[in-house]
């Protein structure tokens, strides 16, 4: 999750404030729930720019480096909701591709909002 979250941000990752895993500052989606994530997104007009795959026990988060995409690169390359369209389409492929014990993190923007 973003450190300097908006108001919009902070209320989308609060949605799944019961269903998410939170470590800290930080919330992790299974794969089911980064879907439903990604479909309101889809629906609340957030870009993903970034997720991350960890694999989380009870006592550990450990990061896959394997499983890291940045899509921060698109961003003003063409019309907002073009770039959510592909941006989200890409981080499903990714979800999808992945191992199914991994949980996500993502960077989202919203609107105008430009990359943290």
Not at 4 to 27: C, D, P, W, Y
Not at 47 to 57: A, K, N
Not at 83 to 94: D, G, K, M, P, Q
Request: proline share 4%.
């Amino acid at each position: 999750m973003p450190t300097r979250e908006s108001a919009q941000e902070k209320k989308l990752f609060e949605t799944f404030s019961g269903r998410a895993i939170r470590r800290g500052n930080e919330v992790y989606f299974d794969r089911d729930l980064a879907m439903q994530f990604l479909d309101l997104c889809d629906r609340d007009d957030f870009t993903v720019i970034g997720l991350e795959g960890f694999r989380i026990t009870d006592t550990t988060t450990e990061p896959q480096m394997a499983w890291i995409a940045d899509y921060s690169g698109r961003l003003g390359s063409g019309p907002s909701a073009v770039i959510r369209e592909l941006n989200n389409a890409e981080a499903r492929r990714f979800i999808r591709s992945a191992p199914e014990d991994l949980t996500f993190n993502f960077v989202v923007v919203g609107g105008n909002e430009r990359a943290p």
